[in-house]
Structure formats: C-alpha cells, structure tokens
C-alpha cells in the first residue's frame, strides 16, 4: 500500500471494508447516522498504522479492534458536544466591548434570544454555525471537531446560518433589538 499500487489498496479495502462496517454496526446499531464517516475514519486509521500491525492476531481481529478505537472516540466527543452546548450560558457568551460599555443588560437579552434559537436547531447546524461563525474555525477544524467530512461541515453551515437567520426574522422583538443596536453609538 505505501508503494502506492492501486490494486493493493483496492484490495486491502475489499477485505476490510466488512469488518469495519460490523464493528461500528455492532456499536452503534445499523442506522447511526455517522456510519460512512466513521467507516472512512476507521479505514484511514488502518491504512496509516498498517505498519505497526505485527500478525500477532487476525487482521479482521486488529481491524476490529481499530475501528472500535475510532467508534469510541467519535461516542466520547458526541458526549463532550452534548455537554458543552447544554452548558452554555449568556454570561459566557458577553465580550467586554466599548461600543456596548452600560448596555451590558440590552446585550445579555439579545445573547440569550439567539441562544434560545441555537438551542432549538438541530444540533449539528447549530455547532457548525458557532465553531466557524462564533469561534472562527475554518471547515477543515469544524469537521474534525465535529466528526464529520469537510462536505458535511459546509453543509451544516450553510443550513445553519439560513435557519438561524430565519429564526432571528421571525422573532420581531430580536430584530427590533438588534435594529436599536446597530444604531445606538
């Protein structure tokens, strides 16, 4: 495979693709949602440490045990993303900034309101918007954050930001607010 011949990576996939797909079915039931990305995950994670495979058990046995590593990694920071977002609170959210100095009060409740409609979007949407609107990560570290490919990151921006945006239209008191803000010195 590191010499680069196509067949011989062809064939390494073919005859671990099925494990692979076992394993993470075995642990996260046949409709997860995450399944091909993590497939593709565990299989890089093969390719670049075939190296350290010694034989001293099966390859479906190492592919396994892989792939599990991978589907564990991906339980945990599902986890870790549950609990962040659910901890968020608007005091953790306020920046000290001159142009809203005394107005500490307008900016927790227009803060609070969008968090509001953060925390009715699909969770997904919701984390792409903040990672890379919010916190300034770029598609590459929002996907790797996430768990997700680089194609799913973008696609959950671009939802995230359109039903953000329409929840915040819809939400006459917000816009009025955001309005006074925008205007005031």
Not at 11 to 19: L, S, T
Not at 30 to 53: F, S
């Amino acid at each position: 495979m590191k010499s680069g011949d196509a067949s011989v990576a062809k064939a390494f996939h073919d005859r671990v693709r099925p494990q692979v797909d076992r394993t993470i079915c075995r642990l996260l039931g046949r409709r997860d949602t995450d399944h091909d990305d993590l497939a593709q995950l565990a299989l890089i994670e093969l390719v670049t440490t075939i190296d350290r495979y010694r034989g001293d058990c099966s390859l479906d046995g190492w592919t396994s045990t892989i792939s599990a590593h991978v589907v564990y990694k991906h339980i945990r920071r599902r986890q870790l993303e549950r609990r962040a977002f659910s901890s968020v609170s608007v005091d953790d959210l306020i920046v000290s900034s001159p142009k809203y100095a005394g107005r500490d009060p307008m900016v927790r409740d227009v803060l609070a309101r969008i968090l509001q409609h953060l925390e009715a979007m699909d969770e997904g949407r919701a984390w792409a918007y903040v990672l890379h609107d919010v916190c300034g990560y770029d598609l590459r570290e929002v996907a790797e954050i996430t768990g997700v490919t680089v194609a799913a990151a973008q696609t959950r921006l671009v939802r995230g930001r359109r039903e953000l945006h329409e929840r915040m239209a819809a939400d006459p008191e917000l816009a009025q607010r955001l309005v006074g803000m925008e205007g005031a010195p």
